[in-house]
Structure formats: structure tokens, C-alpha cells
């Protein structure tokens, strides 16, 4: 009975390489999120998507790319892992009922990504 | 663009006492304030919300008070027991699909 599911739980990989977060949830939601929580645990939005919309892109790099090809499932691209990439990533998704953006989000359970 | 923030950094209480955590926001539009709850190795779960169109909302031993015109909002938890020791979190968003922004968090420690 998993809402919100990600895989994998831990990442560990070289700097250089390409990685992907994947992100499920079961709870019939239309939007979904990245968020990015660093060794401080400050917790920051990364994107978010409604009904496979892009519709908050914060100022994130490139190489991080979100590809939604259902709104049930939201997927986080890497490219050229970097030192400062280490974090957690947490995946959230919310219903729409306030239809402004305000609706609870609900958040996975993280990726501890760890780039060496 | 929205700012919160957030104090203590950590708070220390005894079992049975009841903990306050403060934050204050500067978007004067924003009209939702969740309060997540982070435990060690998990996600923020939701422990307690408002809105701007209510002043107080109680759930069992949390309940959570918001001043607008000062723009800042509190959660109290009475009764603390060892299990409400985690990372605590408020946020603040406005419509429009703003971004939802999170203040910096309070280590809460209760010692039996």
C-alpha cells in the first residue's frame, strides 16, 4: 500500500556518470515533484509537473532533466554526475483540489544519491 | 520571492513538556502553511496544516497558530513523548503554482 515510491533507496556512483531516480505513486494524483534536500537538510524544489506538464522549473543545472510519461510516474535524469550533486531526492505528489497549487504534497520515502 | 524562516535550530524538552516552534514568512499572499515532520532516514510526512482564512487548528497534542498580519505561524505540540523526536519542518506557499518553500527545520530532541 506504498503512496509514493522511489528506487533506489541508495545511489552511490563516480563522478562523470549518468544516473536515474525513478518515482511512483499510487495515489492518483495529478502533479508530482523533485525536490532536493542537502547535507544541511534544507529542502528545495527542484520541479514540478501536473498531468505530465512542466509547470515549476527552478534554477537547476542542466544535466537534471525530469521526464514524466504518465502522471502516475516521474522520473529524475542526471547527466555528468558532480561532487555537489550528493544529496537526498525526494519525490512528492499532491491531488488537485485547491487547483492553485496549494494542495498537500505528500513525499517519498528519498534517494540518498552519493557521488564519489 | 518567497522567504521563511525558521527558529530554534533545536530544541531540547523533557517528556511531558510542550515545545513551540516559530516561523515567520514574507509573501504576504501566501495561504497555505504545512508543517511536515522528518524522521531519521524517511520522507517528510504531514503532520498538521492552515490556512489563511483560520487563525488556529488543533489536531489531538499538535495545533498550529497563524498571524497574518504579523506573518508568522507556530506549532505547538503538548504531552511531548520520545516519538515526536525527529526534524521539523514549516512551509509556506500562495496560488498560482507558486513554488512551496521550506523554512530550514528544528531538531526537536525529547529525553524520557
Known amino acids: 500500500d506504498t503512496a509514493v515510491s522511489q528506487t533506489p533507496k541508495y545511489l552511490v556512483t563516480q563522478m562523470g556518470n549518468d544516473k536515474s531516480i525513478k518515482c511512483e505513486q499510487n495515489l492518483g494524483h495529478d502533479t508530482m515533484y523533485w525536490y532536493k534536500q542537502d547535507s544541511k537538510k534544507f529542502l528545495k524544489i527542484m520541479f514540478s509537473?501536473?498531468?505530465?506538464?512542466?509547470?515549476i522549473n527552478e534554477t537547476v543545472p542542466n544535466r537534471f532533466s525530469p521526464k514524466s510519461p504518465d502522471k502516475a510516474h516521474l522520473n529524475l535524469h542526471i547527466n555528468s554526475l558532480e561532487l555537489g550533486d550528493s544529496a537526498v531526492y525526494f519525490c512528492a505528489s499532491s491531488p488537485w483540489v485547491a487547483g492553485d497549487g496549494t494542495d498537500t504534497q505528500y513525499f517519498g520515502p528519498g534517494t540518498r544519491l552519493t557521488v564519489l | 520571492g518567497e522567504n521563511v524562516e525558521q527558529h530554534p535550530s533545536t530544541l531540547s524538552v523533557q517528556e511531558g513538556d510542550s515545545a513551540v516552534i516559530k516561523c515567520t514568512y514574507s509573501?504576504?499572499?501566501?495561504?497555505?502553511f504545512p508543517w511536515y515532520k522528518q524522521e531519521l532516514g524517511k520522507g517528510p510526512q504531514l503532520i498538521i496544516d492552515?490556512?489563511?482564512?483560520?487563525g488556529e487548528k488543533k489536531d489531538q497534542r499538535i495545533a498550529v497558530t497563524l498571524n497574518k498580519t504579523a506573518k508568522h505561524f507556530s506549532l505547538h505540540i503538548t504531552e511531548t513523548q520520545p516519538e515526536d523526536s525527529a526534524v521539523y519542518f514549516c512551509?509556506?506557499?500562495?496560488?498560482?503554482?507558486?513554488?512551496?518553500?521550506f523554512g530550514t527545520g528544528t531538531r526537536l530532541l525529547v529525553s524520557p
Open positions: 509537473y501536473n498531468n505530465k506538464e512542466l509547470i
Open positions: 492552515i490556512r489563511s482564512n483560520v
Open positions: 512551509a509556506a506557499i500562495r496560488g498560482g503554482f507558486q513554488k512551496l518553500v
Open positions: 509573501d504576504s499572499a501566501s495561504n497555505y
